[in-house]
Nanobody, 129 residues
């Protein structure tokens, strides 16, 4: 049984930082590309960042470039999203997702929520002004 469990969300002030984590089980984590998506009230789920199974390649949405960093620890079966310089528009439920194993295709496919096989339940991030 595959499980993805996000944690680390919360309330933070504008300009602050937060790190959310996603612990996985039931899959060979090191063979999966991982992604972070977010969904704000009344909006569609949108891509935030992705990281390749090896950790050697990452992608970021234009809206978070230079502020958010995705990373992974294959020994801990965990993916992270470090969020700095947070803005009110970053307020959303953040979801991690897994795509694989050994999936081909990067780029646009990694930005597409429909390409992912497993999802976590989400963690709320609220940025107050």
């Amino acid at each position: 049984q595959v499980q993805l469990v996000e944690s680390g969300g919360g309330l933070v002030q504008v300009g602050g930082s937060l790190r959310v984590s996603c612990a996985t089980s039931g899959l060979t984590f090191s063979s999966y590309n991982m992604g972070w998506f977010r969904q704000a009230p009344g909006k569609e789920r949108e891509f935030v960042a992705a990281i390749r199974w090896s950790g050697g390649s990452t992608l970021n949405a234009d809206s978070v470039k230079g502020r958010f960093t995705i990373s992974r620890d294959n020994a801990q079966n965990t993916v992270y999203l470090q969020m700095n310089s947070l803005k009110p528009e970053d307020t959303a439920v953040y979801y991690c997702a897994a795509r694989g194993p050994w999936t081909t295709g990067w780029g646009d496919r990694s930005r597409n929520a429909g390409e992912y096989d497993y999802w976590g339940q989400g963690t709320q991030v609220t940025v107050s002004s």
